[in-house]
């Protein structure tokens, strides 16, 4: 059990850009989340995979955010055209199941500052 | 998801027990109480959940009312690495993990 991985740690960037974070669940993981923290905020839900399946997204996740899991393993996090409240940690969890008795397990997160 | 009301910070001593409170008056009778911690800079980690009995495992214990309206989080005996916020979620099967602003424990030399 290696964990969550999730790269790149850090990201700087100027508003108006793309930008993507990667998230490795652990392996035998099915399901995977992201969510998005801002200071001395809890993490908050955007979106959640089953295997490949993305089924749910938050309504108030902006059309400029994307995320795919193409293979069921790893995912991808895309935000376009970037804007300076997008600034956050973006973290990724995986669990085995989702039943009453799932556990989240996360990532440390990708820190994102849009300048 | 069940709202979860806590203090929004607190002190323990190194070495005493941490009594980490949570409020969910409006639990539902399928909704398990969790709590998570995250450490600065890192992503929340799982301590414990429970449904209706009291639940201890090798970090932590779990004592949740019986009209389940409230429950402690206890850590025996804190240590300086135990400083983190908390986060008490009340969360049913299906649901997403709804997480609040969390108790910011201090452990203090």
């Known amino acids: 059990d290696t964990g969550v991985s999730q790269n790149p740690r850090h990201k700087i960037t100027k508003r108006g850009q793309n930008v993507t974070f990667r998230c490795d669940p652990i392996s035998e993981h099915n399901r995977l989340y992201w969510y998005r923290q801002t200071l001395g905020q809890g993490p908050e839900f955007l979106t959640y995979f089953q295997n490949e399946a993305q089924l749910e997204k938050s309504r108030l996740l902006s059309d400029r955010f994307s995320a795919e899991r193409p293979k069921g393993s790893f995912s991808t996090l895309e935000i376009q055209r970037t804007e300076q409240g997008d600034s956050a940690m973006y973290l990724c969890?995986?669990?085995?199941?989702?039943?009453?008795?799932?556990?989240?397990?996360f990532g440390s997160g990708t820190q994102l500052s849009v300048l | 998801d069940a709202k979860t009301t806590q203090p929004t910070s607190m002190d323990c001593a190194e070495g005493r027990a941490a009594n980490l409170p949570c409020n969910h008056s409006t639990i539902s009778g399928n909704e398990y109480v969790y709590w998570y911690r995250q450490i600065h800079s890192q992503g929340p980690q799982y301590i414990i959940h429970?449904?209706?009995n009291n639940e201890t495992n090798e970090m932590a214990s779990l004592i949740i009312t019986e009209d389940r309206k409230s429950s402690t989080l206890i850590l025996p005996h804190a240590t300086l690495r135990d400083t983190a916020v908390y986060y008490c979620?009340?969360?049913?099967?299906?649901?997403?993990?709804?997480f609040g602003p969390g108790t910011r424990l201090s452990v203090l030399p």
């Open positions: 969890a995986s669990s085995l199941t989702r039943d009453s008795g799932e556990k989240l397990f």
């Open positions: 429970g449904l209706k």
């Open positions: 979620i009340g969360r049913a099967y299906g649901q997403n993990f709804v």
